[in-house]
C-alpha cells in the first residue's frame, strides 16, 4: 500500500469522523497525519515500523493505523466508519462545495442521506433554513450536483427532454430529407430513460457512415440495424437506419414494448410489420383504434383499443388550478400573494395554497397562530383577485401513528387537507401500511400526497400495497395525488388504472415550491396520460365552481 492510498484513507477517516460528530481532535489528528504523509518522499512501505512514530505529526494512535494499513492492506477503524455512513453521504463528499461539517448538518437535520434528496432539497429551497446556508450557498450545491449527476447512465425524462428535441432537429438537418423520429422509451413517455433512440428513414451503412464525419458524435457499437452512440450529453443514443418504405414500421415496433407487440402481432395474426405508409396505417389495417405511444406498454391497451374502449388521455391544457403549493409562509419561493397572481396570470382559476405543518420545523411548517395570519391573508387577497380563488390548505404531516398534525378543530379550518408522510421513510410494510390506512380514514384528509414518498433515481419509496391504499381511498373519498414533480411521479402511472377501476379520483399536483415549479404540470400529465387518466378523473381539471362543488358535497357526506 503506497503513501498515497494511506494518505487518502486517513483523510477519509478524519472526514467521516467530523460528519458523524466524533471528537474533533482525534479527527483533526488523522487529517494532519494525512498531510504529513502525502508530502513524504520516502515509501512507508521501506520505513522501519518504530521510525513511524518519529514522523512528523504521526502519534500512537495514527501510527498503529498506518502499521495494519501497511501489513494487513488492510484499515479496521475506517471500515468501521463506511459501515454505518449511507453510500449517499460518501457521493456528497465528492460535491464541490459540500464540507463534512455541512454534510452533516443536511444530514442530520434534513434526514437527506442521498444526493437525489439533497437536489430535491436545494429545488425545494430547503437548505436555505439552516444555519450556515444561504441562497449562494444553495445554488452552488444544486449547480454543483447537477453536474455531478450529468455523467450517470440513467436519467430523469425530465433531464432529458429538452437534449430529444434539440437532438431530432439535428439529426433532421444532417439526413434530410430521410425522415427522424424519436422513438423507444421517451417516445413512451416513461419517467426514467436510459438512452434516447431515434428512427431514420435511411439505410442502416449510410447512417453509420454520415455519423463518422460528424463532431461531437462518439461511436460506442453498432448492431445490424441500429448504431449506439454518445453525443455530448452524457446519455446513450440509439439510431436505428431502415429504409424509407419501412419507415413507418420500424417506428411502431422500436416504440412499442415487447409484452404489447406480441399482443398486437397476436390480434392481427401476423409475426411483425408490414409496409404501411403511417402508423395510422398499421392500426387501421389492424382494424383497431389508434393506440397512443404512450399506452404501448402492455397487452390488455390492444384489447381495450379492439373493443372502442381507450380513454381520451387528460391533456395539460385540461388543468383548471394549480393543487399542492408552497409559499414564503413555510419553504417556498415566492410570496402567496405573488404565487396567486402568477397562477391566474397563466389562466388558472385557482391556487390551493399547501405550506407544511408544523411537524415539519425544517421547512418552517406552520404553527396554529401562523396559520390564522395566513387564513386572514388569504381571504384579503380573494377579495383583490376574484373570481380568482385560493382555497386554504395545508400539507399535514401524517405522524408516526398516522395522526394528522393538527386536532380537528384546526383541520376543520381548511378548505382541503393534503396528508403527506415526510419523516421516518423507512418503514417495513405493515407500519406504513397501518400509518397510511389510519390517515386515509381521518374525515378530514382529502389528498393523500406522494403516496410512496419516492424520489426516482434516489430514493426507493416505503414499501405499500398499492391496491389495498387504492380501495382504501376510494371507500373513503380520498383522493390520490400524482405529485408532478419530475423526480416524484407518485402514485407511480402503473398503478393509475388500478386505482380507477375502483372508483378513485386522482389529481395532478404540481408540489410547487416556486412558480416556475406551475411547470412541472406538463411532466405529471405525462405520466398520467400513461395511466390512462382521463380529465373527467382528475380533480385539478375541475373548474373553480366544481371544485367548490367537490369540496362542500364531501364535507356534508363526512357530517363535517
Given at each position: ?21 466524533d ?7 488523522f487529517?494532519?497525519a ?8 520516502v515509501?512507508l512501505q ?5 521510525g ?22 488492510q484499515?479496521g477503524?475506517?471500515?468501521?466508519y463506511l ?11 465528492r ?24 437536489l430535491?432539497a436545494?429545488?425545494?429551497n ?15 450545491i444544486?449547480?454543483?450536483i447537477e453536474?455531478?449527476?450529468s455523467?450517470?447512465?440513467?436519467f ?15 439529426l ?5 430529407p430521410a ?6 422509451a ?5 419517467p ?5 433512440e ?13 455519423f463518422?464525419?460528424v463532431?461531437?458524435f ?9 448504431v449506439?452512440?454518445h ?12 429504409e424509407?418504405d ?10 412499442g ?24 396505417d398499421?392500426f387501421?389495417?389492424a382494424g383497431?383504434?389508434?393506440?397512443p405511444?404512450?399506452?404501448r406498454e402492455?397487452?390488455?391497451?390492444v ?6 374502449a ?14 399542492h403549493?408552497?409559499s ?22 385557482y ?6 405543518s408544523r411537524?415539519a ?16 391573508q ?9 373570481p380568482?380563488?385560493i ?5 399535514a404531516?401524517?405522524?408516526n ?18 396528508a403527506?408522510?415526510h ?14 390506512l389510519?390517515?386515509?380514514s381521518?374525515?378530514?384528509t382529502t ?15 416505503y ?7 387504492a380501495?382504501?381511498c ?11 414533480h419530475p ?20 389529481s ?16 405529471g ?10 380529465k ?7 373548474s373553480?365552481?366544481?371544485l ?7 364535507k356534508l357526506?363526512?357530517?363535517l
Amino acid at each position: 500500500m503506497d503513501n498515497y492510498i494511506i494518505s487518502d484513507n486517513l483523510s477519509l477517516l478524519a472526514k467521516l469522523m467530523d460528519i458523524h460528530g466524533d471528537n474533533p481532535f482525534k479527527a483533526k489528528s488523522f487529517a494532519n497525519a494525512a498531510f504529513q504523509i502525502e508530502k513524504l518522499t520516502v515509501p512507508l512501505q521501506d520505513t522501519p515500523r518504530d521510525g513511524i512514530f518519529r514522523i512528523k505529526g504521526i502519534g500512537e494512535s495514527t501510527g498503529k493505523c498506518v502499521i495494519e494499513m501497511l501489513e494487513t492492506g488492510q484499515f479496521g477503524l475506517l471500515e468501521e466508519y463506511l459501515g454505518k455512513t449511507p453510500a449517499g453521504i460518501l457521493d456528497m463528499m465528492r460535491i464541490k462545495g459540500i464540507g463534512p461539517k455541512k454534510i452533516a448538518t443536511i444530514w442530520k437535520e434534513l434526514a437527506i442521506e442521498t444526493l437525489g434528496e439533497l437536489l430535491y432539497a436545494c429545488n425545494e429551497n430547503r437548505l436555505t433554513l439552516l444555519k450556515g446556508f444561504g441562497q449562494k450557498t444553495q445554488e452552488s450545491i444544486r449547480q454543483a450536483i447537477e453536474f455531478f449527476l450529468s455523467n450517470r447512465e440513467r436519467f430523469l425524462y425530465a433531464e432529458v427532454e429538452k437534449f430529444a428535441g434539440e437532438l431530432t432537429t439535428l439529426l433532421s438537418r444532417l439526413f434530410a430529407p430521410a425522415k427522424v423520429a424519436v422513438t423507444g422509451a421517451f417516445r413512451r413517455q416513461q419517467p426514467i430513460i436510459d438512452e434516447l433512440e431515434f428512427v431514420i428513414g435511411m439505410a442502416i451503412d449510410q447512417v453509420a457512415e454520415k455519423f463518422k464525419s460528424v463532431e461531437g458524435f462518439e461511436r460506442l457499437d453498432n448492431t445490424d440495424d441500429a448504431v449506439l452512440l454518445h453525443y455530448k450529453e452524457h446519455i446513450k443514443i440509439k439510431v436505428y437506419g431502415v429504409e424509407a418504405d419501412h419507415f413507418a414500421t420500424k417506428l411502431f415496433t422500436t416504440t412499442g414494448t415487447e409484452t404489447f407487440l406480441d399482443a398486437f402481432f397476436a390480434h392481427t395474426g401476423r409475426s411483425s410489420g408490414g409496409e404501411e405508409t403511417t402508423e395510422e396505417d398499421i392500426f387501421a389495417n389492424a382494424g383497431i383504434a389508434f393506440i397512443p405511444p404512450a399506452l404501448r406498454e402492455t397487452a390488455a391497451i390492444v384489447q381495450s383499443a379492439a373493443n372502442g374502449a381507450l380513454p381520451a388521455l387528460i391533456q395539460a391544457t385540461d388543468i383548471k388550478g394549480i393543487i399542492h403549493s408552497h409559499s414564503q409562509w413555510s419553504d417556498g419561493v415566492a410570496s402567496l400573494e405573488d404565487m396567486a397572481k402568477a397562477a391566474r396570470d397563466q389562466g388558472f382559476e385557482y391556487l390551493v395554497i399547501s405550506d407544511h405543518s408544523r411537524s415539519a420545523f425544517y421547512a418552517n411548517g406552520l404553527h396554529v397562530e401562523r396559520i390564522v395570519a395566513q387564513h386572514q391573508q388569504i381571504e384579503e387577497l380573494n377579495k383583490q383577485l376574484a373570481p380568482f380563488r385560493i382555497f386554504k390548505s395545508i400539507e399535514a404531516d401524517i405522524l408516526n401513528d398516522g395522526s394528522l398534525d393538527y386536532p380537528d378543530e384546526v383541520l376543520k379550518t381548511f378548505d382541503l387537507v393534503i396528508a403527506s408522510v415526510h419523516t421516518n421513510l423507512k418503514m417495513p410494510e405493515d407500519k406504513a401500511m397501518a400509518r397510511l390506512l389510519k390517515a386515509i380514514s381521518n374525515p378530514y384528509t382529502t389528498i393523500l400526497g406522494h403516496m410512496t414518498g419516492r424520489l426516482l433515481l434516489s430514493r426507493n419509496g416505503y414499501p405499500v400495497d398499492h391496491k389495498i391504499i387504492a380501495e382504501a381511498c376510494a371507500a373513503n373519498d380520498v383522493v390520490i395525488e400524482l405529485n408532478a414533480h419530475p423526480r416524484r411521479l407518485d402514485i407511480d402511472w402503473e398503478w393509475i388504472p388500478y386505482a380507477l377501476e375502483k372508483g378513485a379520483m386522482i389529481s395532478i399536483d404540481p408540489d410547487a415550491h416556486a412558480i416556475e415549479g406551475y411547470k412541472d404540470i406538463h411532466y405529471g400529465t405525462l405520466a398520467a396520460q400513461k395511466g390512462g387518466l382521463t380529465k373527467e378523473r382528475n380533480l385539478s381539471s375541475f373548474s373553480r365552481a366544481e371544485l367548490e362543488a367537490f369540496l362542500e358535497t364531501r364535507k356534508l357526506k363526512k357530517g363535517l
